[in-house]
């Protein structure tokens, strides 16, 4: 999917990814992991194009052979969210924009892997809260 390139957290985009995880969490009962890139879109300068996988840790014990995931080798950034699911958008898009610089850290071409923590709660209560880790590929400036 595109999203706009802007301060302003898109709405549709924050929906899609919560009912995403929550129908994940719902079928696998586990932790759920999204592995994201991104790249400028074709359409507009104003968009980036965001490819996101959806998955599990598979146990060795597993009979189907599951599709896999295989990461760039290198430095990441990690960094814990526990909150409301409404405040995590704004929470990482800071991250890009203030953390990583502040740090003196650039982000690199890869995929960024966020890890949301198996919440009972938030699949059949329709809860908001949500334990979060993040790992970006960076580089120093």
């Given at each position: 999917y595109?999203?706009?390139?802007?301060?302003?957290s898109p709405d549709e985009e924050v929906k899609l990814r919560r009912h995403h995880l929550a129908r994940?969490?719902?079928?696998?009962?586990?932790?759920?992991y999204f592995?994201?890139?991104?790249?400028?879109?074709?359409?507009s300068?104003?968009?980036?194009?965001?490819?996101?996988?959806?998955?599990?840790?598979?146990?060795?014990?597993?009979?189907?052979?599951?599709?896999?995931?295989?990461?760039?080798?290198?430095?990441?950034?990690s960094f814990r969210y526990e909150g409301e699911w409404e405040h995590y958008p704004e929470w990482a898009r800071n991250l890009y924009l203030m953390e990583l610089p502040a740090r003196?850290?650039?982000?690199?071409?890869?995929?960024?892997?966020?890890?949301?923590?198996y919440n009972e709660d938030f699949v059949e209560k329709d809860s908001n809260d949500v334990v979060c880790e993040i790992f970006i590929p960076v580089r120093p400036v």
């Open positions: 595109d999203i706009e390139v802007s301060n302003k994940c969490m719902k079928n696998f009962k586990t932790d759920i592995v994201s890139t991104f790249e400028p879109s074709t359409k300068v104003d968009l980036l194009t965001v490819e996101t996988f959806a998955g599990t840790v598979c146990k060795p014990t597993d009979s189907e052979m599951p599709k896999e995931w295989t990461i760039n080798r290198g430095l990441y950034a003196g850290l650039a982000r690199v071409n890869g995929s960024d892997i966020e890890r949301f923590y």
